[in-house]
């Protein structure tokens, strides 16, 4: 059992020749409605692999806000700890692309940012009674330390997916048992680039010094690498594939991660299917009508 606590979007995509100037209208292409958020994401990847999950989160008053409930039940998603929001909007992203694939993002975290401690409080039984908790950075921090302080006192393990990268770090946010950075946001949260291998190793070594986790570093086309608690760091190639939309491939790695390590698998082992799920996911449009089944991700992994 698989619970995640955080963000529920909806995302407004806008296909344009060119974006507007300040002050222009312009005539669009057209527009998609679609359903993200790094949370939902999440939550759809692991229940697409075959999770029993529950996701804990707000949505709005809005019509979105019942689209968003919708989608995710379609899944098999527990949306009990799902609250809507009066008086406030769902999760949007205002996303225009220009033909030339430049885009332009306004995102309104809207909902997402009155997931409260409380809320989570209330949650507790089903943050308590899951075998992985997975959280990410779009609701509050304070929320989400909640969270997994909950399910570390229950012996939930915690994995933390530290995007987007915070611009400071409080007390306890990276107390986690998994920490799962991409590139960039490792080299944020510890200040420093990540160009070299060299680098990747110590900034590896560092954010597990600092956080007493075990530290994955996603490293889209190279796989990923893990620096385990006893210091040894081990690489996972990655599964090669056509690209076409990487934008949910840290997601469905994150949903896969949390899935084989509910069922009991070691790290190194879940990080191979994860890597195949992020393969699969970046072949295919679109961030949850791409997240693969089981069987895709057993078959890419048996070939
Ligand atoms: P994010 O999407 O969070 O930036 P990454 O780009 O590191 O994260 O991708 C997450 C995972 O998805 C990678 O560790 C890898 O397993 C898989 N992945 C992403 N892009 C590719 C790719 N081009 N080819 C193969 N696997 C990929």
Do not use: W, Y
């Amino acid at each position: 059992r698989i619970a995640v606590v955080g963000s529920i979007n909806m995302d407004l995509v806008v296909r344009c020749e060119r974006l507007p100037r300040p002050g222009e209208t312009i005539i669009g292409l057209d527009a998609r409605e679609v359903s993200g958020g790094k949370g939902a994401n999440q939550a759809v990847a692991a229940a697409r692999l075959g999770a029993s999950v529950s996701m804990v989160g707000r949505v709005g008053s809005d019509g979105f806000g019942e689209t968003l409930l919708g989608s995710l039940q379609a899944e098999g998603i527990h949306v009990g700890h799902v609250a809507r929001t009066p008086d406030c909007s769902s999760g949007l992203a205002i996303v225009a692309v220009e033909t030339s694939g430049e885009n332009a993002i306004t995102v309104v975290p809207g909902a997402n940012g009155r997931l409260s401690v409380e809320d989570v409080r209330a949650a507790s039984d089903v943050i308590e009674a899951a075998d992985v908790l997975l959280l990410q950075l779009e609701v509050p921090t304070e929320t989400v330390i909640a969270a997994s302080q909950i399910a570390r006192a229950a012996g939930t393990r915690v994995i933390l997916d530290p995007a987007p990268a915070p611009t400071a770090v409080p007390e306890g946010l990276l107390a986690v048992d998994l920490l799962c950075p991409n590139e960039s946001e490792a080299a944020a949260l510890n200040g420093l680039p990540v160009e070299s291998d060299d680098d990747l190793q110590a900034a590896a070594r560092r954010l597990a010094e600092i956080s007493g986790a075990e530290v994955i570093i996603t490293l889209g086309d190279r796989g990923a690498l893990l620096h385990q608690r006893d210091g040894q760091s081990v690489r996972v190639p990655a599964f090669p594939c056509t690209a076409v939309d990487t934008t949910a491939a840290g997601d469905a790695f994150a949903g896969a991660l949390a899935l084989r390590l509910a069922e009991g698998t070691d790290v190194p082992e879940a990080i191979r299917f994860a890597n195949a799920a992020g393969a699969i996911a970046a072949s295919r449009h679109g961030a949850q009508p791409g997240m693969p089944t089981r069987n895709d991700v057993e078959q890419l992994m048996a070939d």
